[in-house]
Each structure stands twice: as C-alpha cells, then as structure tokens.
C-alpha cells in the first residue's frame, strides 16, 4: 500500500463544473479544516461561461501544450441597461452561440440534483450555466473568485505537500500558502491544437485569418457565401459543421481522420473529404489543399479546425518528470485520477467521450476517502503497472484518456464501487458509508448507448426540438424495449 500522508488543507484549482464537485464531496467528508476553491473567472460554470468574441485566435499551426498563465481580457467599464458595470475579466470560453449538449440531461446531470423541470432534452448553453450556478451554491462560500493559480510546487518531498502561489487579477496582489493535497480541475478546452500539416504555415500567412480553431467559433455569419473547409468529426465539428453547411458556398468540405461517433447523417450540403495531406503553395496555387486521395481544392476561402485541445498545466511546470510532454496526455497517473509519485496530487475528469458531471462526484467521492483515510491505494509500482497497462490497451497519447462506451459507463460504477467499498465512519451519512456518487443501472446504459441516435432524432425536430423534454418524446421507450427483450427471450428460450 501507499502511505498517504494526513490530509487537512486542501486547495482546488477551477470552480468549473468538476471542481465544484469535488469541493462537494470533500466538504461532506467532514475532516478537512479548509478547502480553497481558486477560479480565475468571477463566475462558477468553468467553461459553460459563454464570451461573445475571442478575439486572440489560436497559433497556425498550435501543437505546443507548454502555454503561460492564461491572460484576461478586461470588459471596460460602464452602463449597461441603466446600470453602472464595473470592468470585468474575461478568459475565452469555446462555447458558441447555438451550441446545444450533445448528451440528454438525464445522463448529463449530478446524482442527486436533476435539471429543472421543463428543461428541453438537450439543453442550450445558457440552462447549462443557471444549472451549475443553483448546484454550486451551498460551496460558493468556498470560492474565491478573480483568483488565479500561477504556481503549484512541492514544498516538502516527504510531507508530500504544495506551495501554491495565487494572484488576485484585480489588485495583482500574490500570495502564497501551504496545502497538503491540490485537486487539478483547470478543465482541458483551454489550449487549441492545430496540426502541424505541410505547408500551413506559409498558406496561414498569406492568407491572414482564412485558418481558424473552433474555439473562435461563435456563429455561421462570417462563413457565408465561402468556400469552407471543416477539419474533424467529433462533436463540435459535426455541429458546427452543420450550422456553417446551411449558408456556406455548398457544398461544405469536411475533412475526416475517421468516422464520427455521432453518426451524422449524408446531407446535399456537405462531401466527406479525406484528410489534408499539404496546403499548397500560394505562389503556385490559388488558396488550394491537397488530400491523401490526391484530389486537390482550390479557391478555399476558410479552414476551420475541430481538432481538439491539448493538456496544459502552465502552475505545474516544476514538477518532475513532466506532468505533460506533447499535451496528448497527462502522465503518471492512476486510473485516471492520482498522481502515482505524488498522490496528494489529483486530476479530475481528464477524459474524453465521457459523461462529465457524474463522473466528476465519483471521482471526488473517491478522493475524499483516499485523502480521509477510509480508502487505501495500492503501492507505487502496483499503480505504475496499472498505467502501463492502460497504455498498452489505449495507447500513450489521446487514447489514454479515451473511455467510449461502454467504458465510461463501467468506469463510473467502478469509481461507486471503490468509494463504497471504504471504511464506514460513525455519524456518516447511507449508514456510514458517507455522501455518495452516482451508480448506473440499465436504463442509464441503455441510453448511453442511444444517445448519437437521440442526438439525430432532436436535431431533426429543427425549431420544434426544445419542445422535446424526454426520450420518449422521440420515440425511445425503455420499457417497451425490456419487454421487446423478454418476448424474444421467451421465443427463443
């Protein structure tokens, strides 16, 4: 076993939607003497704070996850509405104005907190928002907000605990103290990734601005009447995808590495189109790229890359070895979670594909008995082990954080069980057990399962679909298909 050392002060970098989980769950342990709750912007909600403009768009290429402290920009003060606004910070969220969830709101939700009554299926970024404001509450008071973490550094190797050095954005007033464990919840939409693909960066620079990030998406309007090039498939690249492909020149160009898990549909207004092997010389070409197949596209007025982000931890950069390397993945950790040298040091929801808001509690349940000493890890090299196995099945880049269904669903049990299977502590709330996360039973697999197809039966309702509330409002009943299965289980039984 590892001996984790006594845990009392405990600091939390972002009051997103993760770090307020966590501080959640780590209060209801009722043994820590403080936790701190650092978060830049002067809002809970992490990146679901939408940003009309981001007007600093990403390096072309942007393959370096090695990034400084993100720096804000500052709202000018004035009269909004009748009323005086004081200057305000403001850090570039990816969100977009029509941006909808991809996941249903009855998976999307906290255990114990459902969405308001009424909320439509997929809800808009602004219900998302209200939502994590009203589940933040009764944590608020452990938030200190327009505070950044600049530095996260070990302060004591056999004490295993942090210095952490803080600054107020408004006064630029620093401060430092000591904390015997550090929860990482920065969130991994910060850092834009771009490729580094032949010949980009000359065609970016004779053609200022025709190549772009989907972080600096906020709406179709700048794309009308273009010819459009739209590099990936996941998510966000499917959707906007779609809201570019109704007023772009048609058809919309969409550059695919592989097929999408969201299952879009064939459409008139797009072409599936390889990947881009080199973007053509300007001298010799006019604004062209060139795909694998060979086929070559000239007169493209914008690219627009979905690619992804890289990992960035810009306060852990003393850590030694390296906590990032290409930003692909966060190094040195076990099951996706502890820090294996350090493990007064944890990450929270780094993964991709997953339900992020449940999977958070679980996490922080987990580490609340860790830290409390109800839960024990296993030795270092028994967790070392486990994260060379984990490199062997996904591999040691992306795919490590990578959990597709029905691994993040397993993972999420597996997280309840672990936090369940701790010592019991008199006074403790589920018969000593103490708070506890989420568990998923059938119905919830089951519509994980479905949710791509539930996405595609609610985007083709068109205006109509915030009509929608529940799944079976699209004609998915879980009921019927348990008693579909019985049926054919007493036919061929």
Not at 336 to 346: C, G, K, N, S, V
Not at 353 to 364: D, K, L, T, V
Not at 418 to 439: F, L, V
């Amino acid at each position: 076993m590892t001996a984790v050392p006594s845990v009392s002060k405990i600091a939390i970098v972002g009051g997103g939607p993760s770090g307020v989980a966590v501080a959640k769950f780590l209060a209801a342990e009722k043994v820590f003497t403080r936790i701190d709750v650092f978060e830049q912007r002067n809002n809970v909600g992490g990146i679901w704070n939408y940003t009309p403009l981001c007007d600093d768009p990403a390096c072309v290429p942007q393959t370096n996850p090695h990034q400084l402290v993100e720096q804000p920009k500052w709202v000018k003060d004035g009269v909004v509405n009748g009323f005086h606004r004081e200057a305000e910070p403001i850090f570039d969220s990816a969100l977009y104005d029509e941006l909808e969830t991809n996941i249903p709101h009855t998976l999307m939700q906290y255990g114990e907190q459902p969405f308001p009554a009424g909320t439509a299926l997929f809800p808009r970024h602004e219900d998302v928002l209200r939502y994590l404001e009203e589940y933040a509450e009764d944590v608020r008071h452990l938030i200190t907000f327009e505070t950044q973490v600049l530095d996260v550094r070990l302060h004591d190797a056999q004490a295993c605990n942090w210095e952490v050095k803080t600054k107020n954005i408004r006064s630029g007033a620093t401060k430092t103290d000591i904390y015997d464990a550090v929860v990482v919840a920065n969130g991994h939409y910060n850092v834009p990734y771009i490729p580094d693909i032949d010949g980009i960066r000359s065609w970016s620079q004779a053609y200022p601005g025709s190549i772009e990030h989907s972080k600096s998406y906020r709406n179709n309007r700048p794309f009308a009447n273009k010819k459009v090039v739209v590099v990936g498939n996941s998510a966000s690249g499917v959707d906007i995808g779609a809201q570019i492909g109704h007023v772009c020149q048609q058809p919309l160009l969409i550059s695919l590495k592989s097929e999408s898990f969201l299952e879009p549909a064939p459409a008139a207004w797009k072409a599936e189109m390889p990947q881009i092997e080199q973007f053509l010389p300007p001298g010799k070409y006019n604004r062209a790229v060139r795909f694998v197949d060979g086929r070559i596209e000239e007169s493209i007025d914008q690219v627009l890359f979905a690619t992804g982000y890289l990992y960035s931890y810009p306060f852990l950069s003393s850590i030694e070895p390296p906590i990032i390397t290409s930003g692909t993945r966060t190094n040195n950790i076990y099951r996706q979670l502890f820090h294996i040298e350090y493990p007064t040091l944890a990450f929270i929801v780094l993964n991709l594909r997953i339900i992020p808001f449940p999977m958070a509690e679980n996490q922080g349940s987990v580490l609340a008995r860790v830290w409390s000493g109800r839960l024990q890890l296993p030795s270092k090299d028994a967790m070392r082990e486990d994260e060379q196995k984990t490199i062997e099945e996904r591999g040691n880049g992306k795919g490590f954080h990578m959990l597709k269904f029905p691994n993040d669903a397993n993972y999420i049990n597996e997280l309840y069980d672990w936090a369940e299977s701790a010592d019991k502590r008199a006074g403790y709330e589920n018969d000593g057990h103490g708070k506890m996360g989420t568990r998923w039973y059938e119905k919830a697999y089951w519509t994980r399962g479905r949710f791509p197809a539930l996405k595609k039966a609610y985007q083709s309702k068109g205006p109509e679909r915030s009509k929608v509330k529940r799944i079976e409002d699209l004609g998915f009943n879980f009921e019927e298909w348990k008693r579909e299965q019985r049926q054919g289980s007493q036919e061929f039984g």
